[in-house]
C-alpha cells in the first residue's frame, strides 16, 4: 500500500522563523516520485517541487530547500525565513512508479502554516 | 498561457439530484485527473482520463463518472448525490508524452454543496 503521513496537522510561527514541514511515505515501488504543493485560500494547488526516488540530492530555490531521504522515507520541507505571504496549506504527495500507468497522486492530509507579522 | 480551468467555481445541490463539472486542461495537456478535496483533507484521486478513455479510478463508487473530449477537456458527473459528496472538486491536468515527468497542474476547484 501506499500512504503519506504529515503529522503536524497545523504550524504557528512569527514571521522569519525558520519552519520544516515533515513528510514520511509509505510505498513499494523501487521508483517513485514525491511531490510537494502548496494551497493558498484560493484552493488551487500550486506545485513546488518533484524529486524522484532516484535522486537525493537535496535541493534549494531561494527560502525554499527540500532533505530527501530514503533511509528513513521521508522528504521534509524547509522555508527559511517565512514571511506572512508563505500561509497556507502545504501538502506531500507521492507517486508509484512503473505500475501507476495513470499517475494518481496520494496525497498526505496537509500541514496548515501560519505565519504571523 | 492559459492554466487549468474550471467552471462552475461554486454550487450547490440537494440530496438526490445530480452534478456535471467542467474541465479545461493546461495547453499542450492530454490528460485529465479529477480529485475530490473534503474540508480538512488531502485531496483523494477519482479517477483520470487520457485519450477519451478512463485510464485509472481512485476508491468511488459508480455514482462518480466522467468524459473526457477531442479537445482534451473533461466533465465529472455524480449522481444520486449525498450529504457527503459536498467538498472541493479540483481538476489536474497533464502531459502524458514519454520522456515528460506527468507533473500535474491544478486548477481552482469547484466548490460542490449538498443540502
Known amino acids: 500500500a501506499q500512504k503519506v503521513t504529515q503529522a503536524q496537522t497545523e504550524i504557528s510561527v512569527v514571521e522569519k522563523e525558520d519552519v520544516t514541514l515533515d513528510c514520511v511515505y509509505e510505498?513499494?515501488?523501487?521508483?517513485?516520485?514525491l511531490f510537494w504543493y502548496k494551497q493558498p485560500p484560493s484552493g488551487e494547488l500550486v506545485f513546488l517541487i518533484r524529486r524522484n526516488s532516484f535522486d537525493e540530492q537535496n535541493e534549494i530555490s531561494g527560502r525554499y530547500s527540500w532533505n530527501f531521504q530514503k533511509s528513513t522515507s521521508s522528504f521534509n520541507f524547509t522555508i527559511t525565513a517565512s514571511q506572512v505571504v508563505d500561509s497556507a496549506v502545504y501538502f506531500c504527495a507521492l507517486r508509484g512508479g512503473i505500475y501507476n500507468q495513470g499517475g494518481k497522486l496520494i496525497f498526505g492530509q496537509g500541514t496548515e502554516l501560519s505565519v504571523k507579522p | 498561457d492559459a492554466g487549468v480551468t474550471q467552471s462552475p467555481t461554486h454550487l450547490i445541490k440537494t440530496r438526490g439530484q445530480q452534478v456535471t463539472l467542467r474541465c479545461s486542461p493546461k495547453s499542450g495537456h492530454d490528460t485529465v485527473s479529477w480529485y475530490q478535496q473534503a474540508l480538512g483533507q488531502g485531496p483523494q484521486f477519482i479517477f483520470q482520463y487520457y485519450e477519451e478513455e478512463e485510464r485509472q479510478r481512485g476508491n468511488f463508487p459508480d455514482r462518480f463518472s466522467g468524459h473526457q473530449f477531442p479537445n482534451y477537456s473533461s466533465e465529472l458527473n455524480v449522481n444520486a448525490l449525498l450529504l457527503g459528496d459536498s467538498a472541493l472538486y479540483l481538476c489536474?491536468?497533464?502531459?502524458?508524452?514519454?520522456?515528460?515527468?506527468?507533473?500535474?497542474?491544478f486548477g481552482p476547484g469547484t466548490r460542490l454543496t449538498v443540502l
Open positions: 510505498t513499494r515501488d523501487t521508483t517513485y516520485y
Open positions: 489536474a491536468s497533464s502531459f502524458s508524452g514519454r520522456g515528460a515527468y506527468n507533473e500535474q497542474f
